[in-house]
């Protein structure tokens, strides 16, 4: 049996919630499919020494401030897992847990959304399903002969998983900082940070608070046809936060230049020489998780579909919420993807309601 509503939205984490709170003010009907069982979206699924990098009035989505957790300056991911379970109980949003969305396809003046529980046509799509489904992994030589352990960064917990091994940790971003950081400082393993490029770590009293300042005036800057500022990538990739400063100032996040390939037992270097490793962690990025939206015919170059704001050029019946800057400065943050969410629901708001 097909349903019928306004808008489905694709993805219940932070994004999918911000967009259900603005369609609720605008008395729009919605449902929110979310492949996840419970609540929390892809913060469940964090390492265990993970941390915001904004204090948590700075961490929220609209309409209710994230409390502060006692004894923290910057709350760890389980306190924002309790606070998105919290959120979507206060407003009573309609979130169908366990519930994943195969297809989203266009039928006449709706929207068909194909998903294991039913199919439902809407007026209007927002797909918020962000990233972290799709790990990135780079065709490196050699990653299909090396013996020892891989993983991706969604797969780390702790660095007791690592105790007494030879760990090379991949990737110059934050993630590759705190988790080479977090091996380094509270592991018994031996660590090798690898990057592209030399490492720029953002001065010590930056945090999320002046980095959605710097990318929201970007943003403004190029809509307002003024010159491009650089944003965030001006100022460095990696943001100081404490265990990072620590194992920085402490000598122990000394990064390597990347390697040429890798062995049956480690990595060579681009000067011939060997080093044995037991493990490497793939801090490498992730790629926009757009499949559901592949019936559309809507990709552009590196899998990103073209948008004006957040609404899909290709399909103005689709919104695209929480994957980045190329959907709202700063929107793949609590903080960020507000303004955005209510964009894409006043614009939905303004469709017209055609006859089912």
């Known amino acids: 049996m097909t349903q019928h509503t306004d808008v489905v939205v694709v993805g219940g984490g932070q994004a999918g919630l911000a967009a259900g709170y603005h369609l609720r003010r605008l008395g729009l009907g919605f449902v929110i499919l979310d492949a996840g069982e419970v609540p929390g979206g892809s913060w469940q699924h964090m390492w265990d020494s993970l941390h915001l990098f904004s204090p948590a009035e700075h961490s929220s989505l609209p309409g209710r401030l994230m409390p502060a957790e006692p004894g923290k300056t910057y709350p760890g991911a389980g306190h924002v897992v309790d606070y998105l379970a919290d959120y979507e109980k206060r407003y009573d949003l309609p979130v169908q847990h366990g519930t994943r969305v195969d297809a989203v396809r266009r039928d006449a003046d709706r929207l068909l959304v194909e998903a294991d529980s039913g199919t439902w046509r809407a007026r209007a799509v927002i797909s918020a399903t962000g990233n972290w489904s799709r790990p990135f992994l780079p065709a490196v030589p050699g990653r299909s002969v090396f013996t020892g352990r891989q993983l991706h960064m969604v797969n780390y917990r702790s660095p ?5 091994r030879r760990v090379v940790v991949v990737g110059g971003g934050n993630s590759g900082a705190q988790i080479a950081a977090d091996l380094a400082l509270h592991g018994r393993a031996e660590v ?10 953002l001065p010590d009293d930056i945090d999320g608070r002046a980095l959605f300042d710097v990318a929201t005036a970007r943003r403004r800057a190029l809509d307002a046809g003024r010159r491009d500022t650089g944003g965030v990538a001006s100022l460095g990739d990696i943001v100081a936060v404490p265990p990072v400063r620590a194992a920085r100032d402490g000598g122990l996040l ?6 040429a390939r890798l062995t049956a037992t480690g990595v060579r270097w681009t000067d011939g020489s060997h080093s044995d490793a037991d493990a490497i962690v793939w801090c490498t990025g992730f790629r926009p998780a757009l499949a559901h ?5 809507l990709r552009g170059p590196r899998g990103h579909i073209p948008t004006d704001g957040t609404r899909a050029l290709g399909e103005p019946r689709l919104h695209l919420l929480g994957y980045g800057d190329w959907t709202g400065p700063a929107s793949a943050t609590l903080i960020g993807v507000g303004r955005p969410a209510r964009d894409a629901a006043r614009a939905i708001a303004q ?3 055609a006859v089912r």
């Open 160 to 164: 007791a998983d690592f105790a007494e």
């Open 192 to 201: 090798t940070w690898v990057t592209q490029r030399p490492p720029r770590f």
């Open 254 to 259: 000394t990064a390597k230049s990347m390697f």
């Open 293 to 297: 939206v592949a019936p559309l015919n």
């Open 351 to 353: 469709l017209p309601r």
